[in-house]
């Protein structure tokens, strides 16, 4: 199966999908990864001494790493300005992830929940564009003549803690009932993730100071759109072979 992921910033895909990517490959799929800006507003830039444009260049470097390291079947990183999605005119996201659906005709399409994990703006604005292009292109690929259309929405997100206490990070998460794919991964998958994670450099205060990968655990989140299975599926490809 042909698995597009789409996410605002570098790191997105690292910080919790990677483990799903890295089961993913393992099982055969082909990923791809399209990130919608270079992520140079970072603040990281700030304790480093680069300018938006420059930031963004090691970003990219960094990704390269990660692309290597994922195996990932193609990487596309676009500039749209980080931070700044929101003030876009909406069809301006759109219009690349169109073209790379139309070209790579993924079978499934990952992004953000509606809370986005954390809740950056960019994180909400990448879920909507997805979801409305998802709408217009859903069905099975190839199907009414269309190349480019969509099987599944799968989005990535997180249950709350099991202890129910508060997330100090205050991160956005889903209720059980709405999760319907669950990925289990082992000790391959988390080692992978974390080289891919180690690829950035810059950010090597932040992930060791938030280890976002011991907060995933080792079952990965999706809600599936406008699906509800009766059990959570165990691949984001189940059901859609054939």
Known sequence: MRLLYVFPHPDDESFGPALAIARQRRDGDEVHLLTLTRGGATKQ??????????MGAVRVREMTCVEEVLGLASLTV??????????LDPRE????????VARLRPDVLVTYAVHGISGHPDHLVAHAVVKRLFCERRGAPGAHGDPGALGRLALFTLLPPED???????????????????????????????????C?????????????????????????????PERPLAGLAEGLEG
């Open 45 to 54: 830039r700030q304790r480093l001494g680069l300018s938006i444009e420059e």
């Open 78 to 87: 676009l500039d749209l300005p980080d931070g700044g999605l929101a003030r």
């Open 93 to 100: 996201v759109e219009a690349p992830i169109a073209a790379a």
């Open 164 to 198: 129910g206490q508060p997330d100090p990070m205050r991160l956005g998460t889903s209720k059980p009932e709405e999760i319907g794919c669950v990925i289990e991964v082992g000790d391959e998958e988390v080692e992978t993730a974390r080289r891919a994670l180690a």
């Open 200 to 228: 950035y450099e810059t950010y090597r205060e932040v992930i060791e100071r938030h280890d976002p990968l011991a907060r995933i655990g080792r079952r990965v989140y999706f809600e599936l759109f406008g699906e509800r």
